[in-house]
């Protein structure tokens, strides 16, 4: 330190400090203006990307938020479809139930009605037939009985005495 004290020189230490002063004034002239124009520039570029990633960020959660309101809108509006579903199948089937014992009850009742109605006929047939068979028994027996007088004149004093007793 005392070497550069002893040799200092102060025209040199002159023109060394011109020199610099001239060199800042040309570096803030040329170089400091564009070198500021460029970091505001680029400070402007990071806060403008900034302020987008930001924007983005936000609307990216507001379409997260959206997308889950839709996601649970759509759940429900499933729930409320199988829902409804359920109690159209529900209902279908008591509906069908309900008809198929209807119907039941329609073919039970005919056939009970038929079977009435064929066992009416079977009886009158019967009845028919008996009493059919009765006239021609009563034929047999009252042609076999009345060949002869003497039977025929019983058979009246019997009646007779029916009638007034």
Same mark, same amino acid.
């Given at each position: 330190?005392?070497?550069?004290?002893?040799?200092?020189?102060?025209?040199?230490?002159?023109?060394?400090?011109?020199?610099?002063?001239?060199?800042?004034?040309?570096?803030?002239?040329?170089?400091?203006?564009?070198?500021?124009?460029?970091?505001?520039?680029?400070?402007?570029?990071?806060?403008?990307?900034?302020? +987008?990633?930001? $924007?983005? *960020? !936000?609307?990216? /959660?507001?379409?997260?938020?959206?997308? @889950? =309101?839709?996601? &649970? %809108? +759509?759940?429900? $509006?499933? *729930? !409320?479809?199988? /829902?409804?579903?359920?109690?159209?199948? @529900? =209902?279908?089937? &008591? %509906? +069908?139930?309900?008809?198929?014992?209807?119907?039941?009850?329609?073919?039970?009742?005919?056939?009970?009605?038929?079977?009435?109605?064929?066992?009416?006929?079977?009886?009158?047939?019967?009845?028919?037939?008996?009493?059919?068979?009765?006239?021609?028994?009563?034929?047999?027996?009252?042609?076999?009985?009345?060949?002869?007088?003497?039977?025929?004149?019983?058979?009246?004093?019997?009646?007779?005495?029916?009638?007034?007793?």
């Amino acid at each position: 330190m005392e070497k550069l004290i002893e040799e200092f020189s102060v025209g040199l230490f002159f023109w060394q400090t011109v020199l610099f002063i001239a060199l800042i004034f040309l570096l803030r002239k040329f170089a400091w203006k564009p070198i500021l124009n460029a970091v505001i520039e680029r400070e402007e570029k990071i806060e403008g990307a900034l302020k +987008a990633a930001e $924007e983005a *960020e !936000n609307k990216m /959660k507001e379409l997260s938020a959206n997308n @889950e =309101k839709i996601l &649970a %809108d +759509a759940r429900v $509006e499933r *729930e !409320n479809i199988l /829902k409804d579903g359920r109690s159209i199948k @529900e =209902k279908m089937i &008591a %509906d +069908a139930k309900s008809q198929a014992s209807t119907e039941a009850e329609k073919i039970i009742t005919s056939a009970k009605e038929q079977i009435n109605i064929e066992k009416m006929k079977a009886m009158t047939e019967i009845k028919n037939q008996v009493a059919d068979i009765s006239i021609e028994m009563a034929e047999k027996i009252l042609r076999t009985e009345l060949k002869d007088a003497k039977n025929q004149k019983k058979l009246i004093e019997e009646a007779l005495k029916k009638q007034i007793n």
